[in-house]
């Protein structure tokens, strides 16, 4: 065997070797994965919020207190509305 590896040897070595790191790391891959996904989520969140008009502290408190009743009744999820809205009428 030569000390030379052409460019498909090494090609080939290096792809084994990182699918074989990747397959080692499974837990660690998935989690870079998520926390990706997650930034990619919040940018698009903050991106959306800053387009849309403020909201009122009232309304914010509200949707809050919506949210404490229901994590204390322990009853069905809330979801939003066509305007983006969380509603106690809109249950899972």
């Known amino acids: 065997m030569s000390a ?19 397959e080692e790391q499974r837990a660690l891959v998935k ?12 940018t698009r969140a903050i991106d959306e919020g800053l387009q849309s008009a403020p909201a009122k502290r009232e309304e914010v408190f509200a949707i809050r207190s919506d949210l404490e009743l229901e994590e204390t009744q ?3 999820k809330l979801l939003s509305d066509s305007s983006g809205e969380l509603s106690n009428r809109h249950r899972l």
Not at 4 to 22: F, G, P, T, Y
Not at 33 to 42: F, Y
């Open 31 to 42: 989690e870079i994965v998520e926390e990706a996904i997650e930034e990619i989520a919040l």
């Open 4 to 22: 030379m590896i052409d460019e498909k040897e090494l090609k080939d070595l290096v792809k084994a070797a990182l699918a074989e790191a990747l």
């Open 74 to 76: 322990g009853s069905g």
